[in-house]
């Protein structure tokens, strides 16, 4: 086969193809590029999602009138200069490609002036310059047009101007984060996203984008030559990390490792800024310069593992008894047809195990309906425990109970063959968590997180069969700036799941939510676990997803095994508890129930 040298009109698209893969791309090229000449006010305009036109404008130290053609040119760059210096790279940039890369994809229009010089602009279309002196402020203005338009295999593959704003959105955010001295804009359609002030407060940048509440935490840590700078933010749900090596925004696989190995348990919003020695890292292994190898990579397991433990655990999560709500009243209409839930789908079990789960109480022996069902071993002489298991739940007349065999019949059947309440006495909580029971039949004890999972799941379960309320909320829910954008993309789907949303002031707010468990009081956290739901991109109709992901979320905000529960939250989890359908086994399979009946502390202590 022969050698042919590729032509430059092909092999300078097939370059731009690593660099720019869509709106957001060229973005990040540009904002490094603003923030190695040193400017101090950067403002991002896009419109239709930057598809049609991206303008970045600055105040940085602009390009000389006779350099304009250079920075078009591939490989010329004002940033290194020589084999060395890629040793100890201190700027963002340094190949000369971003510029040369955009020209080959789309019109691109640079406006620059150095401070007591004279302006210029080039323009460069289709392999053709256009050079000429103009007047224009001090600092740079570069114009994108028409991103991809020779492409139709590129453009088919962007996403829609909403989902490509958010991604440009999350660049800009990144940088204002790492840079809270410069003051940042993001304008899309005319409209303002978001802006900061450019006052060196990191705190209040984060507090900008990601919400003030919960305060975002802070803390510091070394491990042998790298610094980190850790600041946290606890959301219900998975990670959103933000990690930056000497100044560079990165989405390093080893780093986004590091945090969900060491701190598992604390989710939520993540900024790690990482400083070391230039000589340690090599930033020129990703194309888009997206990742960096270092050195010492365990270093960075170390410095989060020791940030991780400084900080505190998620707030703790409250029963549904204490919270209260700024809800109205669900009204009575199902907001969409379409959110039924059908039978299957969901990840949870609504059966007892076959086999008895490690570590059950020895000797277990199940109460059983008309037709025995055995879930545990055959009880062992002079045992003292047994598990509570669950009757064998079967379709019953109206009126006609479940029959119960012995050791006891202190589980009543209601009207239509539901279970009743179990007389019960609260006895207290134990120092390990678990709740301590008197009933007619002996002593219960159950474990308050896993019954509380069973109660939340059940609830969802029956809204999403009932086909779903929405609540509006008394006081409209402002939204930080990345989480609107997210809702935009999404909102179609969202509003079809009972969310309502309108603008106030140019913000976004959300106005009514799905009754999901009564947490109308977090609507932000709920927008969350759905968005995280949706963007996950699973099977099935979205709204389908969105329940299984909210009976997920529930169980997640169930009362933990620590959690001090007052005599009377105790007694509302067991009469809810023994309201379910599946009262003995949380929604994953563990018991929720322990029991230890009369006759057993008599055979114990030997009496007759």
Known sequence: MEIRLL?????????????????????????????????????????????????????????????????????????????????????????????????????????????????????????????????????????????????????????????????????????????????????????????????????????????????????????????????????????????????????????????????????????????????????????????????YPGEVFEAVRAAAGSLGGPAPLRFEGRSSSRSVAAHSGGFSSSIRAGSGGWNFSDTEPEEPRRGTAAGARPYTGAAPRPIAPAPASGSLFSRIAGPDFRESGPGEPCSFESPTESFQASEGGELGTVEAVSLGQMSVGYLVFDTPEGLAVMDPHAAHERVEYERIRRLAKEGGRAQALFITQPLPPTLA???????????????????????????????????????????????????????????????????TWACKRAVKLTTRLSLEESLALWRELHACEQPFFCPHGRPTLLRLSASQLSEHFERE
Not at 155 to 170: I, N, T, V
Not at 487 to 507: K, P
């Open 485 to 551: 954008l997210e809702a935009e993309e999404y909102r179609e789907t969202l509003e079809a799941a009972g969310f309502a949303f309108e603008s106030v002031d140019g913000a976004l707010h959300v106005s009514s939510v799905p009754t999901v468990s009564g947490f109308a009081s977090e609507p932000e956290s709920l927008l969350r676990a759905s968005l995280a739901a949706l963007k996950a991109e699973g099977d099935g109709d979205p709204v389908e997803l969105l329940w299984r992901a909210w009976a």
């Open 7 to 295: 032509p430059e009109s092909v092999w300078s698209r097939i370059a731009a193809g690593e660099v720019v893969e869509r709106p957001a791309s060229a973005v990040k090229e540009m904002v490094e590029n603003s923030l190695d000449a040193g400017a101090l006010r950067i403002r991002v305009r896009l419109w239709d999602g930057g598809r049609l036109r991206i303008v970045v404008e600055d105040d940085g130290c602009g390009i000389a009138f006779d350099d304009l053609a250079l920075a078009l040119t591939p490989h010329a760059t004002s940033k290194i200069a020589e084999l060395g210096d890629l040793e100890s790279i201190h700027t963002l940039g340094y190949r000369g490609e971003a510029l040369p890369s955009l020209a080959a994809v789309a019109a691109v229009e640079i406006r620059s002036r150095p401070e007591g010089e004279e302006g210029g602009i080039i323009r460069a279309s289709k392999g053709n310059m256009d050079r000429t002196r103009v007047a224009c402020p001090a600092g740079t203005r570069v114009q994108v047009d028409e991103i991809f338009a020779d492409f139709p295999a590129r453009l088919k593959f962007l996403k829609s101007a909403a989902g490509e704003l958010r991604r440009a959105a999350g660049v800009l955010r990144e940088y204002a984060i790492c840079r809270p001295e410069v003051a940042f804009a993001l304008e899309h359609d005319g409209r303002e996203i978001f802006a900061t002030d450019g006052c060196g407060d990191r705190r209040r940048v984060l507090e900008r984008l990601w919400g003030s509440e919960p305060a975002p935490q802070k803390v510091e840590s070394e491990a042998g030559r790298l610094k980190l700078e850790c600041w946290w933010q606890p959301r219900q749900g998975r990670n959103d990390i933000a990690a930056f090596v000497n100044g560079r925004a990165v989405t390093d696989p080893l780093v986004k490792g590091a945090v969900g190995a060491v701190a598992r348990e604390l989710t939520g919003n993540w900024a790690l800024f990482f400083s070391l020695d230039p000589a340690l890292i090599d930033v020129n292994i990703h194309p888009a310069k997206a990742e960096v190898r270092f050195r």
